[in-house]
């Protein structure tokens, strides 16, 4: 009897027109389980195949009801794939307990594909075969010339030179990546946030946001505190593929809420204001325009001051408008909105 290692449903796609849904399943020894259900496999089981549909329907909807939630959905739907996982990634698979995972092993872990069906309502989880298995790249691709001139204004480091720092070690290689330490220069440990870019915007969308950092770096503005901006750090790629972006860490306590601002002083709200102002400020006086402005795109440190982050361009609905996104007078609506809640 193999045993089996902690692992989770780290995210699931369905379909609106088919009835077929695909679990991924990641495990803290560094393997993922590409689990593709199709209820044409279900074979006289109409009580498996009723669940089946509850599952799906709760999965593509995320109406939770009846005292059954998302994770009872995703529990019920994995559980049978859990003597599959142990015969495959065995715990014997192990790491020695000082030795960080790299960002390398969670983008490019070794995976597997496998189904289940249903006879009698009896169930049979199998193994498929992977070489026809195409879940797409971790990573956005740019021209040549567009990664070649990341190297003269931002560091690159390769997914082997990042190491995933994890709070539980149950979360290891199943949890999205975010703190994360490199070496620096001088050789010394520098903690990142480490942001993935997301594959499904392709890559005009990370060019977009790394052309701001650039501008953001070129022009030399003053630091903390003249303006508080989540400074890249640098990029993680190989050759013309990117990964993600690397941001110094900054401990915080959260991101700007209404709820935070309800619970803070009238003096910490002042505070804020006149810092995230004051930032926008500057930035607009360099051309830079900061896109997607919302409170949540304001994070507070530990010192209780205001960092404006995320420079991906985008907007978000209910803080700027769409035919003002991209331009300083949806920044100047955005940062109105906050004001609002921060008076």
């Known amino acids: 009897m193999y045993k089996s290692p902690h692992w989770d449903v780290a995210l699931w796609e369905t379909h609106e027109t088919e009835d077929d849904c695909t679990l991924v399943i990641r495990t803290n020894n560094g393997r993922v389980f590409y689990c593709q259900i199709s209820p044409s496999r279900f074979l006289q089981s109409p009580t498996f195949k009723d669940q089946y549909f509850r599952c799906l329907n709760l999965l593509r909807s995320g109406e939770e009801e009846d005292d059954f939630y998302m994770e009872d959905a995703c529990d019920w739907l994995s559980k049978p794939f859990e003597s599959l996982i142990a015969r495959l990634a065995p715990c014997t698979l192990k790491r020695p307990r000082d030795e960080l995972p790299t960002l390398a092993e969670y983008l490019f872990p070794p995976h597997f594909v496998c189904s289940l069906s249903a006879t ?6 199998f193994e498929l075969d992977s070489q026809n298995h195409d879940w797409g790249s971790p990573m956005i691709f740019v021209k040549r010339d567009f990664s070649d001139d990341l190297d003269r204004w931002t560091q690159s480091y390769h997914p082997n030179e990042v190491a995933i720092c994890y709070d539980n070690p149950r979360d290891v290689l199943i949890k999205p990546p975010k703190r994360v330490v490199i070496s620096g220069r001088d050789g010394n440990r520098v903690e990142c946030f480490f942001k993935r870019f997301n594959t499904s915007f392709g890559p005009e969308h990370a060019k977009t946001e790394l052309n701001t950092h650039k501008r953001i770096a070129e022009a030399h503005l003053p630091p903390p505190p003249k303006t508080f901006i989540g400074h890249l750090h640098g990029v993680v790629r190989d050759g013309n593929g990117l990964a993600g972006m ?73 803080w700027v408008d769409k035919d003002k996104a991209g331009t300083v007078e949806g920044d100047a609506q955005g940062l109105a909105r906050i004001l609002d809640i921060l008076s």
Request: no cysteine.
């Open 120 to 125: 009698d309502e009896k169930l049979d989880t």
């Open 246 to 318: 690397l941001f110094t860490w900054i401990n915080n306590k959260g991101v700007l809420s209404k709820a935070r601002a309800d619970q803070s002083t009238v003096q910490l709200k002042a505070r804020w204001a006149t810092q995230i102002k004051d930032t926008l400020e500057i930035l607009h006086h360099q051309n830079i325009i900061w896109g997607d402005a919302k409170a949540e795109n304001i994070l507070i440190d530990m010192d209780d001051n205001a960092w404006i982050i995320d420079f991906g361009g985008s907007y978000t609905v209910g």
